[in-house]
């Protein structure tokens, strides 16, 4: 059985090189394909667009038939308050039991704030994060 607080991110190599983005952005426009939260990292050459689709797989196949590098990468979506001490707790939790946090970044949509995160253990990061307390957002939520 799928874990559905596991969530299919696409990340996706963007040449560093005016309207490529665009040409990204246009694919998913084309096919009717939403970002629903996305963060953009640069290097010298490229970029990795890092987003969450409201269909990752039709996305998935869209995209790398237009010839552009893409992965599937397993993120977990962490339910969280604007207030100090949030990521402390999240972060906490996964260091007291030896996951890493890969990478991560931020959302705020209508009706929650939410951090996506990259984990070395995705399935235990659940457990541990559910066993603490701390909601845990579906993918259908997103």
Do not use: C, H, W
Request: a negative charge; hydrophobic letters at 45%; proline letters at 2%.
């Amino acid at each position: 059985m799928e874990n559905e607080n596991i969530i299919t991110q696409l990340s996706i190599f963007v040449n560093n090189e005016p309207g490529r983005l665009a040409f990204i952005a246009g694919i998913m426009k084309d096919f009717g394909i939403n970002m629903k939260a996305f963060n953009l990292a640069e290097s010298a050459e490229f970029g990795i667009l890092r987003a969450i689709v409201d269909d990752p797989d039709k996305a998935f196949e869209q995209i790398r038939s237009k010839g552009v590098i893409v992965k599937k990468t397993d993120v977990i979506g962490i339910s969280m308050k604007s207030a100090p001490g949030s990521l402390f707790d999240v972060a906490d939790v996964l260091g007291q039991v030896m996951i890493n946090i890969d990478y991560g970044y931020a959302y705020s949509g209508k009706n929650f704030e939410s951090l996506f995160i990259r984990v070395d253990d995705a399935e235990k990061a659940v457990k541990v994060l559910k066993e603490a307390g701390i909601r845990l957002i579906k993918g259908s939520e997103i």
